[in-house]
């Protein structure tokens, strides 16, 4: 026990721990972060530190996007009172260089002990609040009502969760605890398709599924036919009563009225931002207009439409591309896939987590600005630190 509070393993004990914070309001995870600093900084090593975050193959993408982001900075615009914050979205990824830095370690699986505990008790105030048993602190706020992106981010998490979960029970020979498993599996996934609401976090899990098949091809067919049983019971029930279900169908009549010029609701404002944006990209394909002018260029463009005051287009892919440019786009892919190829090179456990996390980010940017907000990209990063910490260049085949 006092070997978790040694100067040198101290930053590994609070990054263990920092996975259960995520189902907490903000404030509790950055002060957490703050405190693995502190303790980062007193564990000194820093050599140490730097060879890690050296040799380890996500380095040279990331370097990659801050030279990218430091030149969009100097030659293109530098809107006032917006850009330094603006600048600094773009290097999420430092912090996961930073996460990354404390090394392997028990840490790493007692993470994820800790990520599946906060998945229950996610899941717990899920069936709190449906029996009306919730009460009503702030600290409760985004469980209480679906607002804003830390409740996305919640059931994004959940999802993620869920799909570890789920290779647990396919992969793990020991089948002493398997039914715990599968009724803690069963217990989140129910939280996450028929209480928190989400669209984007319910398409996650059924791709994340999807990847573990594919990386599990091997298993015995049995376990195959259990898992397919099993999604397509959820999917027809999750599809038929669940208010995502409901939203879904509203989505897709939204595309169908906007593809014809009729109004949309409210649901549907992203077609809008998603066609404004690229208009604006169209302007500035290689370079974009520089960091942190979307909300300037978006105003412009979208003068008395409903969306006027967004500040996003709720999409990554567009966010870079209209800001820094295809130039920029093609980094972050770099960064992204990277990721997938490190996840597949590595296989294993360690493989499977960042392979989901990977699908995840590229997905969930795809309909939310996963990395521009703070909100998903620090958990991400979290996250991302626990299959990634310790892996190197030479762990890998040739990329």
Known sequence: MNAVFQRDLLPQTILSFL??????????IYAFIVLFIISWLYSAGFQAKWQAVKMNPMFTPIAGMFVVSCLAAVLLERPQG???SGFAHYQIYIFLLLFISAGPGDW???AVRFFFAGAVYAATLYYLNFIGLLPGWGIFTNYLEYKGNKSILYAIL?????????HEIVSIADRRRMWLRILAFLYVVIALLFLAKSRTASLIFILLCAWIFIKCYAMSWRNMLWIFS??????VVWVSVSDVGQRIRGTLGDIEAFSQGKQISDDGIRLEMFSITSRIIAEKPWTGHGIATFPIQYRQYAKGLPSEGTHTPHNDYLLYASEIGFIGLAVLLWIWLTQLIIAWKIGGTPGMWLGTLGVAIMVGGMFNAILRDAVFGMPLMVLLAIPLAGVT???LNPI
Do not use: H
């Open 19 to 28: 996975p259960l914070t995520l189902f907490f309001p903000v404030g509790i």
């Open 82 to 84: 917006t850009f330094w």
């Open 108 to 110: 790493q699986r007692q």
């Open 158 to 166: 959940l999802a993620i969760a869920a799909a570890w979960m789920l």
């Open 230 to 235: 099993l999604a397509s019971l959820f999917a």
């Open 393 to 395: 260049r030479s762990d």
